[in-house]
Each structure stands twice: as structure tokens, then as C-alpha cells.
T-cell receptor, first 117, second 110 residues
């Protein structure tokens, strides 16, 4: 058990809908990363937050948004869903943001499997 | 920007065979390097890491050495087991971003 909790584990929804994925980081971790894993594109970095602030942005679509709350949990919002958004969405957390001075590993949750039908 | 290129799979081996998965990277500054493993139906788990040049990470019989001169971090294991069947990801942490390679699927047959 990595200590990172993601809910729900599975989600099936229709095209055009909006969903929210939730992530609770390990106790004490201030940094949260979101990734999308699909069969054809591998593991894609979406976005990173550190202590409530956005720190890095990857290949995140405009239809997607995220935030990190004062209690450090994070939510990833996916809207106007398309069939191609079906994927496994992972959250990871680490103590530091990933600067030159604090390069610690990230711990991953079990993921949320999103199926858009 | 940062990028990681790793050997494409799938790789199929017999038990006790030698495993090498190549990984090279592009980054500015001094990234940290990682190997993660993903077993079927699970999330990613850290396998080993190296934070500076010439560091060797090791765990569960796997090893990788951070080679700055060749910008590489190849994963090796001398004698694989069936339980090593998984997807292996090389990763780079730099400038707040944790970037992954495409992953290499390894299947070990008894």
C-alpha cells in the first residue's frame, strides 16, 4: 500500500458528461501529480500541484482541470468527455516538488479507470 | 525540455535469463532518475533511483547506474524470475516534472 488513495476505482460515464476524480496523498506529502495512462499513448503527465499551487503543466487538455485543496487532497475534473478520454488516471504524491534540492520519488495510487461510452 | 526514451518491448525471457532495458534521457541541469514497475492491475511502484551522476540504484536484484556522459540509466537484472513479469518505466525528475518513458513490457516464462 503506497499510502496514496484514489477514488473511485472505476467510473463509467457517457460522452459529453463531466466527472471528478479524487486523490488523497500520503500523509505529509505536499506535492501531487496527475497522469493519464492509455494503451496508445503510455503514461502522460497532466499536471502537478505543490502545497495548493500549480507547479507544472504537461499535456492536459483545456477540458480538464485540477486543484489541490488546503487539506492537500486533489481533484481532477474532466468535462465534455469523449471516447478517447477512456484511460487509467493515476495520482502520485511526493514530499518535495521536485526541485534541484529536493528530488524524492513519487508514490502512486492504484488509479481510477475511466470508461467513456 | 525533458524526455525519456526507453527500449521498446515487449521483451520475453526464460527464467534465470539476463535482463537489460535501455533508457536514455534528455534534460537540462541535474535530473534524478528512477525505474518504476507496474504489475498487472496495479499502480506504479518505485523500483530504484539515482539522484546524481555515477550513483547506482539497486533493489530486488535490479541495478541501474546514472551515466551522465552517455545520458543513460539502463536497468539490469542478472537472473529474472516469473514474478518479474511486469511493465517497467524509466522516469526523470527535473524542474518539477516527473516524466516517464513509454514503458517496456517484460514477460518471464518458466
Amino acid at each position: 500500500d503506497s499510502g496514496v488513495t484514489q477514488t473511485p476505482k472505476h467510473l463509467i460515464t457517457a460522452t459529453g458528461q463531466r466527472v471528478t476524480l479524487r486523490c488523497s496523498p500520503r500523509s505529509g506529502d505536499l506535492s501531487v501529480y496527475w497522469y493519464q495512462q492509455s494503451l496508445d499513448q503510455g503514461l502522460q503527465f497532466l499536471i502537478q500541484y505543490y502545497n495548493g499551487e500549480e507547479r507544472a503543466k504537461g499535456n492536459i487538455l483545456e477540458r480538464f482541470s485540477a486543484q489541490q485543496f488546503p487539506d492537500l487532497h486533489s481533484e481532477l475534473n474532466l468535462s465534455s468527455l469523449e471516447l478517447g478520454d477512456s484511460a487509467l488516471y493515476f495520482c502520485a504524491s511526493s514530499v518535495f516538488p521536485g526541485t534541484l534540492t529536493g528530488s524524492t520519488e513519487a508514490f502512486f495510487g492504484q488509479g481510477t479507470r475511466l470508461t467513456v461510452v | 525540455g525533458n524526455s525519456v526514451t526507453q527500449m521498446e518491448g515487449p521483451v520475453t525471457l526464460s527464467e534465470e535469463a539476463f535482463l537489460t532495458i535501455n533508457c536514455t534521457y534528455t534534460a537540462t541541469g541535474y535530473p534524478s532518475l528512477f525505474w518504476y514497475v507496474q504489475y498487472p492491475g496495479e499502480g506504479l511502484q518505485l523500483l530504484l533511483k539515482a539522484t546524481k551522476a555515477d550513483d547506482k540504484g539497486s533493489n530486488k536484484g535490479f541495478e541501474a547506474t546514472y551515466r551522465k556522459e552517455t545520458t543513460s540509466f539502463h536497468l539490469e537484472k542478472g537472473s529474472v524470475q516469473v514474478s518479474d513479469s511486469a511493465v517497467y518505466f524509466c522516469a526523470l525528475l527535473n524542474d518539477y516534472k516527473l516524466s516517464f518513458g513509454a514503458g517496456t513490457t517484460v514477460t518471464v516464462r518458466a
